[in-house]
């Protein structure tokens, strides 16, 4: 069964002061992993798709890698504004709906 | 604006009643699928449907069905509710079957059962 582990739980970062979340992920044949962003009462808005080991993609502060056990999301010079929580899931060989992760909530202050 | 449309946006209901919750997907999507969000379980896969067909189940309840209609919209009706039924329901959609594909997010309907 796929497996999505997403650390930490909750993060609280100064304005400015940059940092990873990080997806740690079990399945059977990756298909993708799907990054999404997340605001209260809303739904998930996508971020980015990485296909195989290696890729990279990047928007405005974000950027996202993937290995072939985890993926990070970087957060670069993070702004109040990008306070959200960030969602990863995947897609697998084993199924046909994404399978997420429980999320890394994050808090940017000024 | 994802383009997928969920109606309604809130509802509270009696334990015991039947909601119908409903979705149009984004224009040429074919895929339809049901997540529920609770504040412990994170987001969870409840069904999938592909061009007016069922492709998966997740962990759906016998008490909840879903149908796509030939116009590609979807009902997710939810009977026989108990409060921990209350949660955020979350239509998406996406043109392909596979799960490769990214998925793209209504706002969701927020159920609760009172």
């Known amino acids: 069964e796929d497996q999505v582990t997403q650390s930490p739980e909750a993060l609280r970062l100064q304005e400015g002061e940059s940092s990873s979340l990080n997806c740690s992920y079990t399945v059977s044949g990756l298909r993708g992993l799907f990054w999404y962003r997340q605001d209260p009462g809303k739904g998930p808005e996508f971020l980015f798709t990485?296909?195989?080991a290696g890729e990279e993609k990047e928007k405005e502060r974000l950027k996202a890698t993937l290995t072939k056990k985890e993926s990070f999301l970087h957060i670069t010079a993070p702004k109040p504004e990008d306070s959200a929580t960030y969602l990863c899931?995947?897609?697998?060989?084993?199924?046909?709906?994404?399978?997420f992760g429980k999320g890394t909530s994050l808090l940017v202050t000024p | 604006d994802s383009g997928v449309t969920q109606t309604p946006k809130h509802l509270i209901t009696a334990t015991g009643q039947r909601v119908t919750l409903r979705c149009s997907p984004r224009?040429?999507?074919?895929?339809v699928y049901w997540y529920q969000q609770s504040l412990d379980q994170g987001l969870q896969f409840l069904i999938q449907?592909?061009?007016?067909?069922?492709?998966a189940k997740g962990n759906i309840l016998e008490r909840f069905s879903a149908q796509q209609f030939p116009d590609l919209h979807s009902e997710l009706n939810l009977s026989s509710l108990e409060l921990g039924d209350s949660a955020l329901y979350f239509c998406?959609?996406?043109?392909?079957?596979?799960?490769?594909?990214?998925?793209?997010f209504g706002e969701g309907s927020w159920l609760t059962v009172v």
């Open positions: 224009s040429g999507d074919l895929s």
């Open positions: 899931a995947v897609g697998s060989n084993s199924g046909y709906a994404l399978n």
């Open positions: 449907y592909y061009n007016g067909e069922e492709r």
């Open positions: 990485l296909y195989s």
């Open positions: 998406a959609s996406s043109g392909y079957e596979s799960s490769g594909n990214t998925i793209y």
